[in-house]
């Protein structure tokens, strides 16, 4: 089994998000809960982009033992220089550095020349290298970046010292066959490409990130860069729990994580709440939805055998227990299991009776709560004791 780097970056790109600024001690608590998660590696913030963030970058290298901690940077000396400087108490430090390498970045962004980003590629890797061993080069955009062209600048910046070479999708517009050709390429064209580790970096504009970071590991990428419930600039980043649950359930691919995939649900909320951004409920893995069930036919099936209709046992994520919501598009065998969980003994005939009232109830609301059914089954009984 091939171990994927997971390279956690909720505290950088997740933070970018509007609202979700954090002060120093919450980054340093999160922090935290991220090394126990069993990530790889976090990346702590942009250490030039404000004291708040050097300082937050400083203190996460204080306070974790395990994980590497990686700060980034543009290809400028000065941002390196203070990455480096913020990285100084790190363990295991890392500087992310880079430049954008497709056309739109070259010409629109920088009025530049292949050759010109293609040199300040190498320059970038150099000075990272005068305080780490561990660097990882960003071509941003290099999804949209010609395959010829990026494999000529991964091959350089291997060359100067890069250990990581991330391809990010940056504006989310590969299609996962794309992506994947192009991590493909890479691997098959770059004549160093043994030395370093090939990094996905999904976003998901389009909703690809999940797929097109699997098909990037599919195709010989060894690092995902992800956030916590996917959060990131604009539509987010690829989302950590999917891409863990992914591997975790299709052992066929051949890959694992170091990831404790029951501290995903706990985590997701710490996050949600510390960040003061919800969880969208039909989020896959960590929504509140991921493991209800409200329409009649899956709750049938899911009553007979949990796996009909469930691919995760709950408790494996750090989930709820699995729910039977009850709405006017639940059936019988569900309004029987949810009165006998309240301690309600009726058999096929009382359920029939009561369906018909529920029915009414569930028509005239969004969920039939356990108060609707307790009030339900305390009249039919009521009544039943008098007829008797």
């Known amino acids: 089994m091939k171990k994927i780097v997971i390279f956690d970056t909720t505290l950088r790109d997740g933070e970018q998000v509007p609202g979700c600024k954090l002060n120093t001690k919450e980054k340093v608590e999160l922090a935290l809960h991220l090394e126990k998660l069993g990530v790889d590696v976090i990346e702590a913030g942009f250490p030039i982009s404000s004291p708040g963030d050097f300082a937050s970058v400083e203190e996460i290298s204080k306070a974790v033992k395990d994980a590497v901690i990686c700060g980034l940077s543009r290809a400028v000396k000065k941002d390196i220089e203070v990455a480096a400087q913020a990285l100084k108490y790190a363990k295991r430090p890392r500087i992310h550095t880079g430049i954008g390498t497709s056309d ?189 069930h409200s329409s009649g036919i899956h709750q049938d099936g899911f009553l007979k055998d949990a796996q009909t209709y469930e691919i995760i046992n709950p408790a494996d994520v750090g989930a709820d227990s699995s729910k039977i919501v009850l709405t006017a598009r639940s059936g019988r065998s569900a309004l029987a299991y949810r009165f006998q969980k309240l301690g309600f003994a009726f058999d096929r005939n009382d359920v029939d009776t009561l369906y018909e009232q529920f029915l009414a109830v569930a028509d005239s609301k969004k969920e039939v709560t356990d108060e609707d059914l307790e009030t339900m089954a305390k009249q039919y009984s009521a009544k039943e004791k008098v007829i008797a």
Request: net charge negative; glycine share 8%.
């Open 104 to 292: 739109y970045h070259i010409k629109g962004k920088f009025n530049s020349t292949q050759d010109d980003i293609l040199e300040r590629a190498v320059q970038c890797v150099k000075w990272a290298r005068n305080f780490t061993d561990n660097v990882e080069f960003y071509a941003e955009d290099a999804g949209r970046t010609h395959n010829e062209y990026l494999a000529r600048v991964i091959e350089k910046v291997i060359a100067a010292g890069a250990t990581t070479v991330n391809i990010p999708d940056t504006t989310g517009y590969c299609l996962p066959h794309q992506y994947g050709e192009k991590i493909a390429y890479l691997v098959n064209n770059v004549p160093n490409i043994d030395k370093a580790v090939i990094s996905c970096h999904c976003h998901n504009d389009l909703g690809l990130a999940t797929a097109n970071s699997i098909a990037g590991i599919i195709n010989g990428a060894g690092q995902i860069e992800c956030t916590i419930n996917g959060l990131g600039e604009r539509a987010g980043n690829t989302s950590l729990e999917e891409v863990v649950m992914i591997i975790k359930q299709h052992k066929d691919l051949g890959f694992t994580t170091g990831v404790q995939a029951e501290m995903l649900n706990p985590l997701s909320r710490i996050v949600s709440d510390t960040m003061r951004m919800p969880v969208q409920p039909n989020k896959a893995i960590v929504g509140s939805n991921a493991f209800s």
